[in-house]
Nanobody, 120 residues
């Protein structure tokens, strides 16, 4: 069993930055594919970024939201720069996918989510 706990969300003005953290516990963190998803009100949960052997991003965050991990701390990060109002959503950390890493339904473990609100 893997437990994931996100932190770092909040309210920020457009153009600002936030860093999300996802602390994992339970098993060998370094072997897990880790991802960030987000869900805006009334919308489906969507892929944001994933880190495994490499890093991959949805087009809307490329160049703005680098994903990284610190295996010594069992933590994955999402550095969110140049934030836009359309980035407003609940952000979720996920791990251990079985299948398409871009699909939420592939992931076995989820955090509780952290709210990010970007004001214009």
């Amino acid at each position: 069993q893997v437990q994931l706990v996100e932190s770092g969300g909040g309210l920020v003005q457009a153009g600002g930055s936030l860093r999300l953290s996802c602390a994992a516990s339970g098993r060998t963190f370094s072997s897990y594919t880790m991802a960030w998803f987000r869900q805006a009100p009334g919308k489906e949960r969507e892929f944001v970024a994933v880190i495994s052997g490499g890093t991959y991003y949805t087009d809307s965050v490329k160049g703005r939201f680098p994903i990284s991990r610190d295996n010594a701390k069992n933590t994955v990060y999402l550095q969110m720069n140049s934030l836009k109002p359309e980035d407003t959503a609940v952000y979720y950390c996920a791990s251990d996918p079985r299948g398409d890493v871009y699909e939420p339904r592939s992931y076995r473990y989820w955090g509780q989510g952290t709210q990010v609100t970007v004001s214009s």
